[in-house]
């Protein structure tokens, strides 16, 4: 897949909750907002091994260096501009293979894609692991986006499913979403944001359908599709009274 066709990929699939997905180009691709779309997390990269865990400035940079992040950003001449991370670190059945070994926290973990066979807190490590290295990337993130003040950045990380783990004897995802259990259909929707003036009701329940109304509006992009009961940032009105 070309440049192109990832930026067309990637529009599509923020407009996926609406019908109208001739409007993605006016939207994204003209405007060159789109600049970066990585895969990270899919293979369990290993670190070059000159950074403990516990030195978390030295391991920013190095996921930095591995993915271009910062350097992509630098180096855009748009005031706008949408990056993208695709991680696949919660995915099963192999979720012993989704993290680098010095991420491996919980042990003994499950190494076979047999998950109804595994042992039940085996399982259970080897998924703990795939968090714990997902939270040192979003961690990296972060710190890369606090390293450049002069942008005004946002970071937003959801998933499109959760996994189940064996409860009901049910494993990873698919159960049609109407029967499905909570497991597979309660996501993580975490959101940083450099505005301190931007204020985010933590209780508030939102989903997926909240990410493409939400983004436009961190971007300041009109569009006739957008929907501000569905954007996060969006300050209700205070009473006059």
Request: one cysteine or more; a negative charge.
């Amino acid at each position: 897949m070309n440049g192109r066709q990832a930026e067309r990929k990637l529009s599509a699939l923020l407009l996926r909750s609406h019908r109208e997905y001739g409007r993605a180009p006016s939207l994204h691709l003209r405007a060159g907002i789109v600049r970066f779309l990585v895969e990270v997390g899919l293979r369990g990269e290993q670190d070059d091994g000159h950074a403990p865990l516990d030195e978390r400035e030295r391991a920013v940079l190095q996921f930095s260096r591995r993915a271009g992040l910062r350097e992509e950003i630098l180096s855009g001449s748009k005031d706008k501009m949408l990056v993208v991370l695709h991680t696949s670190t919660s995915h099963g059945p192999t979720y012993y293979k989704k993290y680098p070994p010095e991420f491996e926290v919980f042990s003994p973990v499950c190494t076979t894609v047999e998950m109804s066979k595994a042992d039940p807190k085996e399982l259970m490590n080897a998924y703990d692991n795939t968090i714990v290295y997902t939270d040192y990337l979003i961690h990296s993130v972060i710190e890369i986006l606090r390293g450049i003040p002069q942008r005004r950045s946002c970071v937003i990380f959801v998933s499109d499913h959760g996994e189940s783990l064996g409860e009901g004897n049910l494993y990873m995802h698919g159960v049609p979403i109407l029967v499905a259990p909570k497991e597979q259909i309660e996501i993580p929707f975490i959101v940083w944001t450099s505005d301190e003036a931007l204020e985010i009701d933590p209780e508030k329940k939102v989903g997926q359908y909240h990410v493409f109304h939400s983004v436009l509006s961190f971007l300041g992009i009109d569009s006739p599709v957008y929907d501000e009961s569905l954007d996060i940032f969006r300050q209700p009105e205070k009473d006059k009274n």
